[in-house]
């Protein structure tokens, strides 16, 4: 099974940039899906976006389109969400989450999960 | 977008207690639902996949049913480290969406 660990918390000006990482180890860093999923304070998760390393190419949910961006660095088994143009509102524990990329389209659940990386955006 | 609907939004049990929780889909997602269980200060674990299937080394007593756009979760005699939080979600299509979570709680 694939284990995660993601870099620590991040506190953050309106308006700034955060680069969240999250490394992976076991399985095949390349060819599954490493995707990104979000949660406010108190409240339910949603997804970001994800990435398959041997593709390269992201794909978003539209409402984060345009101020994310999702990489990954297939040398060093890690991937990358950095957020822009950061507001309060994306205060949250940013998540990554694997796939075995086994369905069609991707389509799969999510079955393995990094400890999780508070950002808070504040003044 | 598919929306996914959660009831009730908290449960109040006794643990040894049945538990049924319930996720709704705005449109048919065939069997293509997870559910998820997250306790406070923890990632999100995966419980079950395809609607029925339990996910790795998950305890007999969990199991989900349904099809198209209703489906159940049911934890057959609570245990004390069953208080959590239950999310469904949907990989039928793109974005992935989840259900807005389902708090079983001590009653």
């Known amino acids: 099974q694939v284990h995660l660990v993601q870099s620590g918390a991040e506190v953050k000006k309106p308006g700034s940039s955060v680069k969240v990482s999250c490394k992976a180890s076991g399985g095949t860093f390349s060819s599954y899906g490493l995707n990104w999923v979000r949660q406010a304070p108190g409240q339910g998760l949603e997804w970001v976006g994800r990435?398959?390393?041997?593709?390269?190419?992201?794909n978003y949910a539209q409402k984060f389109q345009g101020r994310v961006t999702i990489t990954a660095d297939k040398s060093t088994s890690t991937a990358y969400m950095e957020v822009t143009s950061l507001k309060s509102e994306d205060t949250a524990v940013y998540y990554c989450?694997?796939?075995?990329?086994?369905?069609?389209?991707?389509?799969?659940?999510?079955?393995?999960w990094g400890q999780g990386t508070l950002v808070t955006v504040s003044s | 977008e598919i929306v996914m609907t959660q009831s009730p939004a908290t449960l109040p049990v006794s643990p040894g207690e049945r538990v049924t929780l319930s996720c709704r889909a705005s449109?048919?997602?065939?069997?293509?639902l997870a559910w998820y269980q997250q306790k406070p200060g923890q990632a999100p674990r995966l419980l079950m996949y395809?609607?029925?299937t339990r996910g790795t080394a998950i305890p007999v007593r969990f199991s989900g049913s349904g099809s198209g756009t209703e489906f159940t979760l049911t934890i057959a005699s609570l245990q004390s480290e069953d208080f959590a939080v239950y999310y469904c979600?949907?990989?039928?299509?793109?974005?992935?969406?989840f259900g807005g979570g389902t708090k079983v709680e001590i009653k």
């Open positions: 990435i398959i390393p041997i593709l390269g190419v992201p």
């Open positions: 395809g609607a029925s």
């Open positions: 449109q048919s997602i065939s069997s293509d």
């Open positions: 989450a694997s796939d075995d990329n086994s369905g069609p389209y991707g389509l799969v659940p999510l079955d393995s």
């Open positions: 979600q949907q990989y039928n299509n793109w974005p992935l969406t």
